[in-house]
């Protein structure tokens, strides 16, 4: 029985987890907005200690912060910061284009026209939310033909600090080159010789940090 115990904490604590990160990366608790524990445990309808527990963690990720005064509160986005995981998440995208060379096909190549069509439709409609959702989806077609589930846990840490910072100036995306690109990706996937994909998925995202970091 103290296992069965002990395994409904740890889901109750991780299910706090996953539900403060999603609305940190999604702008509902806004960045430099206070947190309160006792107001979360009571939202939450649990004890203090999951909910504690889950803030210690997101403060390892940097996505809150505590100050000696006892107040604690969602980190301010950091363009430089975000500058930096740019750098990153594009030479992780490169590299699982790399490993999935001899896997994508047309197949893949089709799914991300769809997919690309509702990211164009989203920017066009100003749906934020939606465009991003989207850019996701599609980048992670090539991360699952990549079948290197390493470079995921890698990019999961890094990914929130883009998130924010894309959704916070969504409005300077509109008219970007991004559709364009991503039908550029899809061309080459669809081509017998895909050797220029990782350097092109790599581009793609430093054209996105240059349009968003960049004065």
């Known amino acids: 029985m103290k296992n069965i115990n002990q395994i409904s904490r740890i889901s109750l604590r991780d299910q706090v987890y996953q539900k403060l990160r999603l609305a940190i990366i999604n ?3 806004k960045p430099g907005e206070r947190i309160n ?5 009571e939202q939450f309808g649990v ?5 504690r527990e889950a803030l210690k963690r997101l403060e390892d990720e940097s996505l809150i912060e505590s100050s000696p005064g006892a107040v604690t509160r969602v980190t301010l986005v950091n363009e430089q ?5 740019f750098t990153v998440v594009a030479t992780l995208h490169s590299l699982a284009a790399k490993q999935a060379l001899p896997f994508l096909d047309d197949s893949h190549a089709k799914e991300m026209e769809e997919i690309n069509k509702e990211f164009e439709r989203a920017i066009n409609d100003g749906d934020g939310m939606k465009a991003v959702n989207e850019d996701r989806r599609f980048h ?5 033909a990549s079948n290197n589930p390493e470079i995921g846990v890698a990019l999961e840490r890094l990914m929130p600090k883009i998130h924010r910072l ?14 364009n690109e991503h039908r550029q990706i899809i061309h080459l996937i669809k081509q017998a010789d895909k050797k220029n994909l990782p350097q092109l998925i790599e581009e793609n995202w430093m054209s996105l940090s240059q349009l968003l970091t960049e004065p």
Do not use: Y
């Open 27 to 29: 702008l509902e608790l």
């Open 37 to 41: 524990d006792k107001n979360l445990a």
């Open 47 to 51: 004890s203090r200690t999951p909910v």
């Open 81 to 85: 910061e975000a500058k930096h995981a």
């Open 140 to 144: 992670e077609i090539i991360l699952k």
């Open 166 to 179: 894309e959704l916070l100036k969504f409005s300077s995306m509109k008219g970007t080159s991004s559709v």
